[in-house]
């Protein structure tokens, strides 16, 4: 299965069960100056997450791009990168909460 198959695939899982697909944010996190990159499919929700109401509604999932340069040196093997796609589900005070 390729990649794109797999993100096409879980993205339509959600919309399903009445999540709304968000794009993925910008990897150069906007107000946020504590961190060069996205390193995290939760930073760009984090404002949502604590509470501030997200324009597309309580129930999301998006596949993040992110980069996270920690062990750069290590970059080559088969366990160690810098950019990759998070997948993410979010309930925002909606289900289980």
Request: net charge neutral.
């Amino acid at each position: 299965m390729l990649s794109s198959e797999i993100r096409e695939r879980y993205l339509k899982f959600f919309e399903k069960r009445r999540h709304a697909v968000i794009p993925s944010a910008s990897l150069v996190p906007e107000n946020d100056p504590s961190s060069l990159f996205i390193t995290a499919g939760m930073q760009p929700l984090v404002p949502y997450l604590l509470g501030a109401k997200h324009p597309a509604g309580t129930r999301l999932v998006d596949v993040q791009k992110c980069i996270r340069t920690g062990d750069i040196e290590d970059v080559g093997d088969n366990r160690h990168l810098t950019f990759f796609e998070m997948l993410g589900n979010w309930s925002l005070g909606d289900y289980f909460k």
